[in-house]
């Protein structure tokens, strides 16, 4: 059983920044890809960020530049830097990965953790 555990959401003034975690329990950290998903309210969930098991990396146009998503593989985490803050980067943060089954491809989602920017 996959778990996903967020940590470092929080208040920040617009021009700040944050890191974000995200702990997995369970096997295949390594081999699957990672993302960085958020939410608001009455708007679907959108994609932020992902890095596949490679190191290969994609962002949303929205935060090109100013997010950074890594992974230790050694300590099963996932990290989204995020500078440059602005208030449309309020949401909730949920981080995601996927794994195979026998009936096909499974997500995994955190419970999410908030970030708020504003001032």
């Known amino acids: 059983q996959v778990q996903l555990v967020e940590s470092g959401g929080g208040l920040v003034q617009p021009g700040g920044s944050l890191r974000l975690s995200c702990a997995t329990s369970?096997?295949?950290?390594?081999?699957?890809?990672m993302g960085w998903y958020r939410q608001v309210p009455e708007k679907q969930r959108e994609l932020v960020a992902r890095?596949?098991?490679?190191?290969?990396?994609t962002y949303a146009d929205s935060v090109k530049g100013r997010f950074t998503i890594s992974r230790d593989n050694a300590k099963n985490t996932v990290f989204l830097q995020m500078n440059s803050l602005k208030p449309e980067d309020t949401a909730v943060y949920y981080c995601n990965t996927q794994r195979p089954t026998a009936w096909g491809i499974r997500d995994y989602w955190g419970q999410g953790t908030q970030v708020t920017v504003s001032s």
């Open positions: 890095v596949s098991s490679r190191g290969t990396v």
């Open positions: 369970g096997s295949g950290f390594s081999d699957n890809a």
